[in-house]
């Protein structure tokens, strides 16, 4: 009886613990890494590979959020948009959530093992970026670049693991990667301006203001673009790609289309809807135009 009640109880944190690093948006990098592994590979990878490089992605997507919530709890406490979390609030203890991070973390070594020793080596190296992340609000305003470099690594890692080296085309990617998640996550830092300006926090919505902020992530998609570009040139990618950089395109300028003139309102749909929809595209017509080829 014992037992089952410690079972389920454990199964009822991880259920919380997931939802407070939303664990759904993994879907934003996933398609990155998907995208990194079909152009290493000139094609779909072996299942082998493939059930490896997922495991890795979602390893480190989870030990990354849940080191940021962690880390900043005491923070979280005293922000109204987020003392509803789960540690603040009181549903999950930080043992706990420890816990499940050194389990993820587990996951991305074991994963990154099993797929070349490039992989396992640079492994430690992904978890340095993973946990200044959640420090960097403290003392600079590139917290959004870090952030962008740690998503980055999902294409990168993907091609390690396919072809155990690092080449130039998954260095573009990963700079696509950079520039479109600190772009948004810009955008998204919109909503705590008045609360990190008061606790002495660094974002560039506080050294930039809202007006400059938004022309910043604007800058920084437009760079995004310049790279999936470039990544056209040095892959030798074809229509269907193309395609999709066009289609790319139009969701972003439709992203800052919703917030202009800084109109929050309709942060979610810019923020949850079109990052999801961009990533996903991205891995749509890469593998078009993969298999075209």
Not at 210 to 232: D, K, P, Y
Request: positive net charge; charged residues 10%; proline residues 3%.
């Amino acid at each position: 009886m014992t037992s089952t009640i410690t079972t389920n109880s454990l199964i009822r944190k991880l259920g919380i613990f997931l939802e407070m690093i939303k664990f759904s948006h993994t879907v934003f990098a996933l398609p990155f890494a998907l995208t990194g592994a079909l152009l290493a590979a000139g094609g779909l990878p072996g299942g082998y590979q493939l059930i490896w490089i997922v495991l890795a992605m979602v390893g480190a997507r989870t030990a990354a959020m849940g080191l940021n919530r962690l880390i900043d709890a005491d923070i979280d406490a005293r922000n109204p948009r987020t003392a509803v979390r789960a540690i603040p609030a009181g549903l999950i203890g930080k043992g706990m959530t420890l816990g499940f991070i050194i389990a993820s973390m587990a996951l991305l070594l074991l994963a990154a093992a099993r797929l070349n020793p490039l992989c396992f080596k640079l492994a430690p190296v992904a978890v340095f970026f993973l946990v200044l992340y959640s420090y960097c609000k403290r003392f600079t305003a590139l917290a959004h670049i870090v952030l962008g470099i740690c998503l980055a690594a999902a294409p990168i890692g993907a091609w390690i693991a396919i072809r155990g080296t690092l080449d130039l085309p998954a260095v573009v990617l990963g700079c696509v990667v950079l520039f479109w998640v600190a772009g948004f996550d810009i955008l998204y830092a919109l909503q705590d301006l008045e609360f990190d300006r008061g606790a002495g926090l660094h974002s560039i919505p506080v050294a930039l203001g809202v007006n400059g902020s938004l022309w910043a992530a604007r800058l920084f998609h437009l760079v995004m673009l310049g790279f999936l570009i470039l990544l056209t040139t040095v892959m030798q990618l074809g229509f269907w790609f193309l395609a999709g950089i066009v289609i790319v395109a139009a969701m972003l300028a439709y992203e800052h289309w919703l917030l202009r003139n800084g109109d929050l309102t309709k942060l979610d749909a810019a923020f949850f809807n079109m990052n999801g929809y961009i990533s996903v595209a991205i891995l749509i017509f890469t593998a078009l135009d993969v298999h075209v080829r």
